[in-house]
């Protein structure tokens, strides 16, 4: 263990240069661990509003759903969606199906017009596993919103939730009475009255600008679903099977076709996507900066001991036990550094926690959020092991370097 | 013990011809044997090729009769770690470690249990007068503390060759003396052969045998 010993020795004996190079370690491992915490918050969130935001765990719709021009139709619907529900519901890994019908028409105020994308739901099931509260609470906020209310159970009460930017261009406010117009499965038009018992506000102008909510009963003697539904959301009790549970289910219900979640979440799918490209490079330009750095110390401290290496050489050190005192310096270098680095980031997480910033609202999000940076063990351990890693590497070359001193020569070196 | 045979090693210095050419001479075992010579007669060349530090041009360099300067790398490096010992002009050790740690250095490279080590150079060192001095750095011991914590090194693996490059030429001559009379007492009480370069009187009066080196060349051998 004669080894570590020298080269912890030796990275005393520097003590300032030491005490630099380990805080560009420090550095790096305080940035990409702060910003792999923001990116769990960012996609925890992102993931969050796409499953609490209608789409549960797994949905099941008919084989081909997703393809073609009908999707929003019910020529492409679960026949029995009811029947398959309550199949569903007796499964011990299921915590609840939420039917879903979906259809789209002209919702008009009589003076003004505008096309629409409906969901109908059930108004008692949807509150309680759905974030429609959250979106009815922020859509409150909006003009028109006040004394926003979610959907009555009464199965005949004709009501509609807008989303905000639709009751904005047209005009329509809590109260407002307005006619949903549609086709029935059948082709015929069909129009119901309806009452706007609220705005939501969905975090996204697209669906603001497009979308409206109803009751399944709604719906039916709009579009004359029968017991068809065009989507079930399946909520599972365990969320982290979400992979198996899918496997398990498409095998009960082979004439269906299952989708998880993040199959279907785009906007998820494409901000992860972008952050990793984003973090990927910055995460790349840091290792660069430590290995750079780092390499550059090391290999100072290697020209400083050429006749200390030179004497080690002579009393029988192999050339290979050169790379490794060398090894051993990265190594201490990167675990110290990655300590320092955990403690580091652990106190500013929690003072940026504390802080309370508001985050302003991402592209395409219609308000910001708080920020709460994660505290996720897996990327800080992912960052110890790629900096130590980089340490490793950044010793290799000056390791080399001292391997291949010629010993004549490194005893006469000044 | 150590034989040069035919021994050239040449080098460009200061762009003129240096090194050894053609010497062959044969250090008995468990002698104080001394290269004299002025500077750039060869002396420090000869030590590094005895050394195992350098490789000669031609000639050969044997060891218990074994030709060892044509052994690869790999094994040259581990004959110098089981069977030699250097002591160097400015002492060379290890800034970091203590007295002790230096002495231990050699036997942890070979692999020397750290209980045994730890009574062997703790041994050597009370040997050169150092037992007091076990856990002072290089830095908080004097010149001749320093060389003496050197031939302890040196010493310690018990080495059939000790190689010494001008040993004295750092100290003055109150410490140069007192150095040389227990590298003599030690080479006579342990049986290993001492091998220095020096151009010091002090140091060549103390030798069981002199060679005298001129311009690269063996000019006149003494055994006193």
Known sequence: MILPRLALRNLLRQRRRTALTLMVVVAGFLALALAGGFMAQTFQGLSDSAIRGGLGHLQVMPPGALEGDEAQSLEKALPDGEALAARLRRDPAVAEVLPRTQFMGLLSSGAKSVAFLGTAVDPVLEPKHMACLDALKNGAKAPGGAGSRWLSADPSAREVILGAGLARSLGASVGSLLTLMSTTRDGALNAVDVEVVGLQDLGLRELNDRLLTVSLATAGQLVDAGSARSRLSVVLKRPQDTAAELARIQALLPETSVKPWFELASFYRQVKLLYYAIFGFMGLVLFLVVLLATANTLLMSVMERVREFGVLRAMGLQPGQLVALLQWEGAFLGLFGSLLGLAATLVLRAGLNALHIQMPAPPGTSHGYELDIHFVPMVYAIVALGLQATLQLSALFPGLKAARLRIVEALRHV | ?224
């Not at chain 2, 001479?25 to 090729?49: E, F, I, M, N």
């Not at chain 2, 060892?68 to 790398?73: A, D, F, T, Y």
């Not at chain 2, 050790?93 to 007295?99: D, F, G, H, I, R």
């Open chain 2, 1 to 224: 013990m150590l034989q040069f045979r035919n021994l050239t090693r040449a080098y460009e210095l200061g762009g003129e011809r240096a090194g050894v050419f053609g010497v062959s001479l044969t250090v008995p075992k468990g002698c104080l044997a001394v290269l004299a010579g002025p500077s750039g007669s060869g002396k420090t060349t000869l030590l590094q090729l005895a050394g195992l530090l350098d490789q000669p041009d031609e000639g050969a360099v044997l060891l218990n009769g074994q030709e060892v300067s044509s052994l690869s790398e790999r094994e040259r490096c581990d004959l110098r770690l089981r069977h030699l010992g250097f002591v160097f002009q400015a002492f060379n050790l290890v800034p970091v470690l203590s007295a002790l740690e230096n002495v231990m250095l050699p036997l942890h490279l070979q692999g020397v249990a750290e209980a045994e080590a730890r009574r062997r150079a703790e041994r050597a060192l009370d040997r050169v007068g150092l037992a007091d001095r076990l856990h002072h750095r290089p830095g908080q011991l004097s010149g001749g503390q320093q060389q003496r914590a050197a031939i302890a090194r040196a010493l310690a693996p018990d080495p059939l060759l000790v190689l010494a490059d001008e040993p004295t030429a750092s100290l003055d001559h109150a410490h140069g003396g007192p150095l040389m009379d227990l590298m003599a007492e030690l080479a006579a009480e342990r049986g290993a052969t001492f091998l220095v370069a020096s151009h010091d009187p002090a140091v060549i009066a103390r030798a069981n045998h002199v060679f005298r080196l001129a311009d690269g060349k063996l000019i006149e051998e003494e055994h006193l």
